[in-house]
């Protein structure tokens, strides 16, 4: 797909300066710009990449002055980032912009879709599946029995959403995601052997959440497993039967939520963070990378550690645990002196 300056300055309601008809079809980093690619100055430390770059358009804050000759075409916008990541935004609706089903693909006669759907080849959409407007389903995805999908959200390649699960509207779900497989429920007899406990419930995703490429939600044991409005879910986590995690709550890759665990809104919890099972987070709780969570969080802390601690507590401990080899020869050398005085 190729935009003009002309194209591009109206999408973002931004000034050229420069050539209007000059015509780009790439994007690229401001020291990499390339003939034909768009490109953005925000920070002022790329600022002389400026006089370089080879980038067909730059955007630029409006306050933006050359010192020197350039070669590229300006387009003066209020704030450079704010509008590259608009047109990143719109750009994106454009290349998912896809309509009609493919074939192969099966959809169940009881399914039924809203307008403007689109359904890639070699999905299998399975008996009385609610689909709403402006719904993508890219190739080879697996949708259940009884799920149903709010408007205009999308489910990329591969992903697998398994009966009964409720998808909200303006969702994204990322390649390789299973939602609503069983929990990991099973229980021992008295040799020692387990059997699987059947996990009758399913999964509930509100509005405007992202799940990120091969992470799994499961489905819970009795009642739901939820995932909140506006929550962001990174690649490869895994939230067990019956977790419960609050709205516009951001949780980065390979954590792991054990079952009945309910997180609170709000929350920042950091990449391969542990999180025991029968506990409640609060809410605004923030999680360093790494920390393992046993135990029963209050509102507003700050984490960090195995087992956690708070974040100030933590920083003061690893200073001591640094120092511990210096600390235990001094402790000797004043064993040495008092036994030696003695």
Do not use: W
């Not at 497989?181 to 419930?201: I, L, M, R």
């Not at 995690?245 to 542990?274: D, F, R, Y």
């Amino acid at each position: 797909m190729k935009f003009t300056a002309t194209q591009i300055a109206g999408i973002l309601e931004g000034d050229i300066i420069g050539n209007p008809d000059v015509e780009v079809s790439k994007l690229s980093k401001i020291e990499e710009g390339t003939e034909g690619s768009l490109t953005f100055l925000a920070n002022p430390k790329y600022k002389p990449y400026i006089y370089s770059t080879k980038a067909s358009i730059t955007i630029v804050n409006k306050t933006f002055e050359a010192e020197n000759d350039i070669t590229t075409t300006l387009i003066k916008v209020e704030d450079a980032y704010k509008s590259f990541s608009k047109l990143l935004e719109y750009y994106n609706q454009v290349k998912l912009n896809k309509s009609g089903v493919e074939q192969p693909s099966f959809i169940s006669e009881t399914a039924s879709y809203g307008e403007n759907v689109y359904v890639g080849a070699f999905t299998y959409i399975g008996d009385k599946v609610k689909i709403g407007d402006n719904v993508k389903i890219f190739p080879s995805a697996y949708i259940g029995d009884n799920v149903t999908i709010g408007d205009n959200t999308i489910v990329f390649s591969g992903a697998k959403i398994y009966s009964e699960s409720c998808i909200g509207s303006n969702c994204v779900i990322n390649s390789g995601a299973i939602i609503g497989a069983d929990g990991f429920g099973f229980a021992p007899n008295e040799k020692g052997e387990y059997s699987k406990v059947p996990q009758t419930g399913n999964v509930i995703i509100e509005d405007y959440v992202d799940i990120g490429a091969a992470t799994t939600i499961d489905r819970a044991t009795l009642g739901s497993t939820i995932i909140r409005k506006g929550v962001k879910l990174d690649n490869q986590i895994q939230i067990a039967h019956n977790v419960e995690v609050g709205k516009n709550t951001v949780i980065a890759a390979q954590t792991g939520v054990a079952g009945s665990t309910k997180i609170g809104e709000n929350c920042i919890i950091g990449g391969q963070v542990g999180i025991v099972g029968h506990i409640t987070i609060g809410n605004n709780v923030k999680i360093q990378a790494q920390s393992g969570i046993g135990r029963n969080i209050k509102d507003n802390e700050v984490l960090q550690g195995s087992p956690a601690l708070s974040y100030g507590d933590f920083n003061k401990s690893y200073v001591y645990f640094k120092n511990l080899p210096k600390i235990v020869k001094d402790i000797n050398e004043i064993e040495k002196k008092v036994n030696g005085n003695n």
